[in-house]
Structure formats: C-alpha cells, structure tokens
C-alpha cells in the first residue's frame, strides 16, 4: 500500500514477510500471463470464424466465452501482482474476494452436479442430440464431436443409430444424400498397420447389427463410455478438481496474510 508517512521503511522494522509478498506476486503473475494467452486464443478463434462462412450454433460462442474468462482471470491477477508488489490492502482484497467468489461457484456447481446427476445427464444428451444435428453447420461442435468419439472410443450418445439425427447421416429412403446410414470417421475403429485411411470406413453401418458395426466402428454411446471412464478415473478426476482448488486456496490464505501484515506494520507506525 502506498502510505502517506514520513517515516522511512529503511529506519523502521517491517512485519511483512518478504516471501509471502513475493511469492504471491509471482503466483498472480503467472496466472495473470496464462490469463492473456486465454485471451489471445479466444481473439484468435474469433477472427479465424469471422472469415470461415459456416453457422455458428452454440447458444455462446466459444471464442467469446475464452475472452471473457481471460479478461476476468486477468483482472483478478492483475489485481493480485500489483497488490502484492504495492502492498495495497484494496486490491488484495479485492483478489481474495474475486478467488473465494470463483471458488465458492465451482464448489456449487460441483455439489449440484454430484446430486442432480441425472438431470446433468440428461442436459448432456439434449447438448449432444444438438451437436450431432447441426455437425455439418457448425465447426466447432464438428470438431468437439470427433474429438469426444475418438477419445472415448464412442459413437452418438446412446449409440451409433444416434447419427440419424443428422440430415446427412439419416437412414430413412427419403435421404437423398451419399451419407445415408453412415457415422462420420471419427467413429472408426483404427486398423494397425493401415497406410491408406479409409475415411468411408462408416458408411451404410446404421443398416448393420451391433456385432456386425462392431467390426468397423464403436458402437457403444458416448453416454456410457463417459461414466465408464470417470469411474475408472476417479483418482485422476479428484486430482484435477484439487489442483483447480489448491492454488485458489492458496491464494485466498497468502493474500489474506499479506493483508493482516500489512495492516499490522500501519498501525505499528501510528
């Protein structure tokens, strides 16, 4: 904090510890760093859609959603490096109050996750119906589809007949398209030792049986594979939302301290 007294800091003893100021510094300014990389990403995905002509169909955009969350987590550390550096009790405050606030609705939407599971599951579903219905319009959810069904190894949310729900991927005669009972390439299963990709690997597999797909495609629905992999990884998922907590924490209790030694040292001078 900058004082208004006369008093030198080299003729009084100070109660701050140095490594609490510092170290608080260097946490806020690391995040304060990634948070305009988040931000450089988002402007970067904005533009790149602003010249790409196809449909945006996501209630945010994306891009928007990373510049706010930069923006926010920009201000917060903003408020955390120059607090520490300045010893200003007002933007201390301000990031300890900002963290507990962040905190605080991660720990809510945890809790309502956990208890309302099969509403999540449910909301989840109608996302994913959503996502497979406009897959050719809107890149973004195209990109997010594939990537969801080559890591999980899943093909639609309940299983791989999900797909005609797609205009494209339909499986009525009506369907004039090439597409017509198909699932896209990120539903095949890898072939080792494959030199030529067969991206037409999919094709025609809705009119198939379960054991007949099965040979060329996952047929299992994302819906369970995604339970199936959190219950095996449920050690790795806790670790995640602790290291989420841990430095908020952290940074709440140094800055928090910082305050009190602050405060202390100005009544120690009056």
Known sequence: MDRDLNLSRA??????????RYFLFLFSFLFWVFSLCIVAIGVYAKVQKATDPVRDTFLVDPAIILIVVGVVMFFITYCGCIGALRENIQLLKTFSFSLTLVF???????????????????????FVKKA??????????????????QEFRCCGWNNYTDWSWNVYFNCSQRNPSKERCAVPFS????????????????????????SEAAESIYTEGCADRAVTW????????????????LPQIAGIVLSHILVSQVQNEINSLL
Not at 136 to 148: E, H
Not at 190 to 195: A, C, G, I, W
């Open 11 to 20: 003729e009084t003893f100070s109660v701050i510890n140095p490594c609490i």
């Open 104 to 126: 605080l609705t991660q720990l809510i939407i945890t809790i309502l996750v956990f208890f309302y599971s099969e509403q999540t599951r449910d909301a989840m579903g109608k």
């Open 132 to 149: 497979i219905v406009h897959y050719r319009d809107d890149l973004d959810l195209q990109n997010l589809l594939d990537y969801v069904q």
């Open 187 to 210: 539903c095949c299963t890898p072939v080792p030792r494959e030199t030529v990709i067969n991206t037409m690997c999919g094709f025609g597999v809705q009119t198939q049986k379960n």
């Open 230 to 245: 959190i219950e095996s990884h449920l050690l790795l998922v806790g670790s995640l939302a602790l290291g989420l907590a």
